[in-house]
């Protein structure tokens, strides 16, 4: 029996006996994160981050509100920012001042969602993927950025025209070409199947075996990973709205541990920030709040709903500059702000800000990093950070 078989039949059994569900498994090692990702550098300033005791530019009608333990900005055009926060306050954290020491899209996003710039490394979503190794996708990349390092095995990316869909079902991936009869589908998974049990029984060295296993097993997942495609349908996803339904069915299914999603438009706003960023913070914030409600209301593996253990962490890989360019525009700042909602997360947490210069503030004497916000993810998936990230602790402020 596969292990993913058997939590599902334990659980079954759990419930049948009247075991509490929850019971059945640790919370961290069973928390499942949702990621999504703001493209291009977002002005913090338009919602997480009240700036009014900086030198920043604000919005005229921009004002500092407070619920419960949280400050935000709140806006006449922004009611989704309101709304957000007002139900989910308890629940969420932001933090301030995040350090990316650059000021390049590319190399902003891979510190962030790495803490280096070294190229070889995974991203924290491809880490908690790899450790939650028994799920059949266990990390989901609807759109936005993916660093898989070494557990490329771990990491599905749909492609930007839903490919990976097109590759499972036969349909073909370049137009003009013709999609296989089941018939022709069927002997070339036995060809396959054929070749793998082959090899495996050629392979001498120990990294041939390795090779050869990984061959083998994908080989066996290929019809597991069909019927995925049927239940999800892995096809194009442009809008967020559309990719966070995709990454709760996921969930929900016990497909993945992880997915990520990307906001449609580019924050990129060096002319007309307040026109540019005022729309999109509203956007972002209207899907976060459906996702919200989703989350609640979609019951998980277990059966308890997924919002019982899925995290939810929002984030941008850069800042924008505090005063406004000669074209109502704000450049490349390299600190940025990101929230953390749902389950694992001490609701009403702040940590960290921005001085009268508009630069991050020390958490604990350090400056607030890429690779503390890495630790605390993997704190809340109960993983050890230091065999991962080197020196970072986690920021157990912010964890419930």
Not at 26 to 47: L, Q, S
Not at 75 to 85: D, G, L, M
Not at 354 to 382: H, I, K, P, Q, W
Request: overall charge negative; glycine content about 10%.
């Amino acid at each position: 029996m596969r292990r993913r078989d058997f939590l599902a039949a334990s659980a079954a059994v759990g419930a049948a006996f009247g075991v509490p569900l929850r019971a059945l498994a640790d919370e961290g090692r069973n928390r499942k994160f949702i990621f999504v990702f703001a493209r291009g550098g977002w002005d913090p300033t338009c919602a997480l981050a009240p700036a009014f005791h900086t030198v920043a530019d604000t919005e005229p009608e921009a004002e500092r509100a407070t619920i419960g333990d949280l400050t935000y900005v709140d806006h006449p055009a922004r009611p989704s920012v309101r709304a957000f926060f007002e139900s989910a306050h308890s629940r969420a954290a932001i933090l301030r001042g995040i350090l990316v020491p650059s000021i390049a899209h590319e190399q902003c996003t891979r510190l962030l969602m790495t803490g280096s710039n070294d190229d070889g490394l995974a991203d924290w979503g491809a880490i908690l993927a790899h450790a939650g190794n028994d799920y059949l996708l266990p990390e989901l990349v609807a759109s936005g950025p993916s660093f898989a390092g070494p557990y490329g095995r771990a990491v599905a990316r749909m492609g930007t025209n839903g490919q990976l869909g097109q590759l499972l079902s036969g349909r073909p991936v370049t137009a003009g070409l013709r999609g296989m009869s089941d018939d022709a589908a069927s002997a070339v998974d036995r060809v396959l199947a054929r070749r793998a049990a082959a090899r495996t029984t050629r392979a001498q060295a120990a990294s041939e075996v390795v090779l050869a296993e990984a061959f083998e097993s994908s080989v066996e997942r290929l019809d597991d990973l069909r019927k995925v495609d049927d239940s999800l349908s892995l096809g194009a996803r442009f809008t967020l709205e559309d990719q966070l339904e995709l990454a709760v069915q996921a969930l929900a299914t016990r497909t993945s541990r992880c997915a990520m999603a990307a906001t449609a438009g580019s924050w990129d706003t060096h002319t007309n920030n307040a026109l540019g960023q005022s729309p999109l913070w509203e956007s972002l914030f209207a899907d976060l709040i459906r996702l919200d409600a989703l989350l609640q209301t979609t019951p998980g593996p277990t059966g308890a709903p997924l919002s019982d253990d899925t995290m939810v962490v929002v984030l941008s890989e850069m800042g924008r500059t505090p005063r406004l360019n000669a074209d109502a525009g704000k450049d490349h700042w390299p600190y940025t702000s990101a929230l953390l909602f749902g389950a694992g997360v001490r609701g009403g947490s702040v940590v960290g800000g921005y001085d009268e210069a508009y630069d991050g503030l020390e958490v604990e004497g350090v400056t607030l990093s890429a690779n503390r916000l890495g630790a605390t993810l993997l704190a809340a998936a109960d993983l050890d950070p230091a065999e991962w990230v080197g020196g970072a602790t986690p920021l157990t402020q912010v964890l419930a």
